[in-house]
């Protein structure tokens, strides 16, 4: 609980599992969650509901990489406790989590770079145009517009905050959890958690074609309904995905 000096400067090494451990990682979970069910089940919905909120109101997208790690730290911590049978209280995971405030906020504003980078790669691709021109006296002009739509290229715009975000996930997926159970250094942390996505791309692309599913759902459906399922089925499952499986995947890939 109290303040650490950083002693995993190195690259934690990551392994390649199959794609059929997730249902192993989702057992795992859901016998650390009947420990405590109704904690958990409020966890998950309150995962569902922010996850809900970003989506909706897309400028707070970027705040999202921001405070992610604070709740994977925090769910992580409960959960590693719980597998140890050990009692664990909300108080004690916030003090636990306070520990590493800053490799926390250090791996958000990693993963909000990266999600940033693929938004400015998107506006000056789509949106920035550029024309040269000849002059009288034999000068040459360059002329820079911005806000423009460079034609029916700008539909694959889309692809390029994906790509953005899918970067952020990566880099911040394991991070958190590294840093408050093996006490690694930010950078390193990051650079683990990508190497390991990369590795494991079979599992990431499983996660990443449910969350997409659900995501393309729900923009195609705006009846009152279909929000109204959104809200209270298909959220908190992709919720229940990735809370119950983040700390076996942690522990069948990291060893």
Request: glycine share 8%; with cysteine.
């Amino acid at each position: 609980m109290h303040p650490q000096r950083v002693s995993g400067s190195h690259c934690p090494d990551s392994r390649v599992v199959g794609i059929l451990s997730v249902a192993g990682w989702l057992a795992q979970g859901f016998h650390i969650a009947r420990m405590n069910p109704v904690m958990w089940l409020a966890a998950i919905l309150a995962c569902a509901d922010m996850a809900t909120l970003f989506e909706l109101v897309p400028p707070l997208r970027m705040l999202a990489v921001l405070v992610g790690p604070f709740f994977a730290a925090a769910l992580v911590l409960m959960q590693e406790r719980s597998n140890n049978a050990r009692p664990w209280t909300i108080l004690e995971t916030l003090e636990a989590v306070n520990v590493h405030r800053n490799a926390l906020v250090a791996v958000g504003v990693c993963g909000a770079c990266a999600a940033c980078l693929g938004q400015l790669i998107a506006f000056a691709v789509f949106h920035v145009s550029m024309k040269t021109s000849v002059m009288p006296n034999g000068m040459h002009d360059l002329t820079i517009v911005y806000g423009a739509h460079n034609g029916g290229g700008n539909a694959l715009e889309p692809l390029f905050d994906v790509a953005g975000y899918a970067l952020a996930a990566s880099l911040v997926w394991f991070a958190p959890t590294l840093v408050v159970l093996n006490n690694v250094s930010p950078l390193a942390a990051v650079a683990a958690s990508l190497r390991a996505v990369v590795r494991n791309w079979r599992i990431a692309s499983l996660y990443g074609i449910v969350i997409a599913a659900v995501v393309v759902g729900n923009a195609l459906l705006a009846d009152p309904a279909a929000l109204l399922v959104r809200g209270l089925v298909a959220m908190p499952l992709v919720s229940s995905l990735i809370v119950l499986s983040r700390y076996g995947a942690y522990r069948d890939i990291f060893g």
